[in-house]
């Protein structure tokens, strides 16, 4: 006797035989665990999405010029200077990232093995970390300010006193001072990635050590230096106290965030500071896509760290 209307072999799914809905979502990569993400996902939107999507509509919303017055007033009104901003900006970012960056790399370089005082060192290297913005601006002032140490040892010697604060040079060292431990860390991580087992076998084939840094290291190091790069140039891209404590904010160190905070809290107009704001923001993403095109091309493989 056959049942007919089932092929043989079919087993029909009814509700009953139907996976959880859990291990359906586990499948598509989906578990409990990316509820963990909730928090961090939250802190990005209040503290970060919501303040530029603001920010943006806010820029578009000036009283005269129309829908762009704000930007138009930015590029083109003479009290505002916002190209000469930009400029100016530029020329402190990138030198201070460039010397921080060279600057760590041979140091780093030679801190990759064990030897005795490396923790010691180490340490005084970051020490200017904690000092911070002001703290920094005030041993600059004390020391090389017009009544500062070494202005009092040059006028004892019949030397004229230097200019070295309260313009460019002053923001400059300012820049260098909080900027390297960061840029000198994070190249130190980066080349302690890096397989020595590479190196030695360069070595085993005649290499001297510029050949195995120029055809081995520098390649590998690529992607760390980019990225310190980028980073170390962002963070003195929004260069802000130290223009005004030991720069001259009215002239060569007037910078684009003194712009953004002249408007808001002088003048009073948070669209034009708001355009400032992300007029700084796009001018950063063009220089750190800039850098990771010149790293895309440099060095295309893996980093052949150890882990």
Known sequence: MTITGQRPGRVEQGPANRPALSHRLAERGIDKLLLLML???????????????????????????????????????????GLDSIWVTLQLAIPAALINVLASVPIAYKMRGKFRGKRALTTVLVIPITLGTV???EGLLNFFGQRGWLNRFLGVLGFEPLQLVQNYWGVLWSLIISGFPFAFLLILSYLSGIDPSLEAAARTLGADWKQRFRRITLPLLAPGLAITFCLTFVLAFSVFPSAILVGDPSGSTRVIAYVAYNAWGQQFDY??????????GGVELIVIVLVLIWRSRMYKGSTGGKG
């Open 39 to 81: 928090p961090a996902l939250l802190f990005a939107l209040v503290l970060f999405v919501y303040p530029f999507v603001y920010g943006l509509g806010l820029s578009f919303q000036p009283k005269t010029g129309g829908l762009f017055g704000a930007y138009v007033k930015f590029f083109t009104d003479p009290s505002v200077r």
């Open 271 to 280: 669209p034009l500071a708001s355009a400032a704001a992300i007029v700084m």
């Open 135 to 137: 703290l920094t601006a």
